[in-house]
């Protein structure tokens, strides 16, 4: 039982450049979600999904795109870097909604753009 | 806008003290609150959560109180080891989103 796992754990990117960050889980859980940290500030929500074949907005989404084929797997892409798109970026996964079930992290995926 | 402060920054403590990290929110309506640590290149793991009705929940050595009159949170860490150095996030939530502390750096020294 692996929980979550991020491909790959680290990467540079040219501005403009194109990447997939790629987020499975094992948990048979229905939510996942992707988040970015940044040095000072607390974790963001870029965008998130309720099931296999949806996908909703967070709280930064400008710049980035996802997909949801299965039910364990949930994609990030970044269709063209920015240097603002560094960041450690992390996929979390719950069974449920509500806040009340709890949310599990992936390790992370640490993301330069020069 | 919902916001999560949390105090101090960082803070470094002799291996076998004790600390105190502390976290506010104005987050409204709330639901719960939970404590996450994060290990140096890993992600989040939850310590304690918290609802409305509950002012402490302990983990081992750690030991979370909240306030929900005056909207504040501590975590409490008794008798530190090496492997408390971390990262030690306050997440504060209503019934669908989250928001984030900025988190406080712990570093444990021998």
């Known amino acids: 039982n692996a929980g979550v796992t991020q491909t790959p754990k680290f990467r540079v990117l040219k501005t403009g450049q194109s990447m997939t960050l790629l987020c499975a889980q094992d948990?048979?859980?229905?939510?996942m979600y992707w988040y970015r940290q940044d040095p000072g500030m607390g974790l963001r929500l870029i965008h998130y999904?309720?099931?296999?074949?949806?996908?909703a907005k967070g709280e930064v989404p400008d710049g980035y795109n996802v997909s949801r084929l299965k039910k364990q797997n949930f994609l990030l892409g970044l269709e063209s870097a920015a240097p603002s798109q560094t960041s450690v970026y992390f996929c979390?996964?719950?069974?449920?909604?509500?806040?009340?079930?709890?949310?599990?992290f992936g390790p992370g995926t640490r993301l330069t753009v020069t | 806008k919902n916001q999560v402060e949390q105090s101090p920054q960082s803070l470094i403590i002799l291996e076998g003290k004790n600390c105190t990290l502390q976290c506010n929110y104005t987050v409204s309506p709330f639901s719960n609150l939970r404590w996450y640590k994060q290990d140096t290149g890993r992600g989040p793991v939850s310590l304690t959560i918290?609802?409305?009705?509950?002012n402490t929940k302990s983990n081992g050595r750690y030991t979370a109180t909240l306030d929900a009159d005056t909207k504040q949170s501590s975590l409490h860490i008794t008798a530190s080891q090496l492997s408390d150095s971390a990262s030690y996030i306050c997440v504060v939530s209503d019934d669908y989103k989250l928001s984030f502390g900025a988190g406080t750096t712990v570093t444990v020294r021998a």
């Open positions: 918290m609802t409305f009705s509950e």
């Open positions: 999904s309720v099931g296999e074949g949806t996908t």
């Open positions: 948990m048979n859980h229905e939510y």
């Open positions: 979390a996964s719950s069974y449920g909604e509500r806040t009340s079930y709890e949310q599990y």
